[in-house]
């Protein structure tokens, strides 16, 4: 939130948001509450003329495609809103949403956040598989990091799911098959940070780590949202965001780097801002 008012990007908390919900298990479940609860999300923001902002992949994938088949299908937008009206909404799908990246991208623009402090970084990126649902998410995801001095390392797993809708039926599966699996190709790197966009991979390779590390496993690198070097870029200090706190690998080394590389002031426990 910082760094986008920093920006100068209006933005505001989405009050009264509830879960997106979650894509893939209430698609299946019961498609017109899917419709329902996304819906209620979206004309929050629509009510004051507002787009739906999320820097989440798999918000992003229910939100995009709820509002589509809303704006494709009449119909639908009117049962939708009888569930709506019995709490006193009305949604018109007349807003938009969009993805953390994109504002990034495009509303800011990739030559702006080029005047930011260069990090010196090299790291691994997990794309997460909702990302796919705006062909250009992906390439915003790689310029941004190479526009804020970020070096990418490629590791040949990075579209493989996290494991996330495999712990619905085989957590084994979910855990061993595919987290696991990745976090094992990244130790190999020898990399600064993994980078990622989404929350819902975030939570799951936090729990399937914690797991993991009970069973003697560990995973040797941080796990870091895009958005939290971005704001390093910007001059912000980690304290600004804690990013020292609720980690299952701790970002100690990282931090220490940016000190070494002049990012982070090691007198300082604030950075300071740079005017962009």
């Not at 879960?19 to 004309?43: E, H, I, K, Q, Y």
């Not at 980690?238 to 002031?265: C, W």
């Amino acid at each position: 939130m910082q760094s986008l008012r920093y920006l100068h990007v209006d933005v505001k908390y989405l009050e009264g948001a509830l879960c997106c919900p979650r894509p893939g298990v209430w698609v299946s479940f019961d498609n017109d509450a899917w419709l329902t609860f996304a819906a209620n999300n979206m004309v929050k923001a629509e009510n004051e003329g507002r787009d739906t902002l999320t820097s989440c992949n798999g918000c992003y994938s229910t939100l995009y495609e709820a509002l589509n088949v809303l704006k494709r299908d009449p119909a639908k937008l009117a049962l939708i809103n009888e569930n709506l009206g019995e709490i006193g909404l009305h949604f018109n799908a007349s807003n938009e949403v969009r993805h953390l990246l994109e504002v990034l991208g495009e509303d800011v623009g990739i030559s702006t956040l080029e005047r930011g402090k260069k990090l010196g970084l090299k790291v691994a990126i997990h794309r997460g598989c909702h990302i796919r649902f705006n062909p250009h998410l992906l390439d915003y995801f790689v310029d941004i990091l190479g526009s804020i001095g970020v070096e990418i390392v490629p590791y040949d797993l990075e579209q493989m799911c996290c494991g996330l809708p495999g712990m619905l039926t085989d957590p084994q599966f979910g855990i061993y098959e595919r987290a696991k699996r990745k976090m094992e190709r990244v130790n190999a790197l020898n990399v600064d940070a993994w980078v990622i966009t989404c929350s819902g991979c975030y939570d799951q390779y936090d729990r399937t780590l914690r797991h993991l590390m009970g069973e003697g496993f560990a995973l040797n690198t941080p796990i870091v949202h895009i958005s939290e070097l971005v704001a390093l870029s910007l001059g912000f200090s980690p304290q600004d965001f804690g990013m020292m706190y609720a980690r299952p690998v701790s970002t100690g080394p990282l931090i220490s780097k940016l000190k070494d590389n002049g990012i982070i002031p090691s007198s300082s426990a604030y950075a300071g801002t740079v005017r962009i």
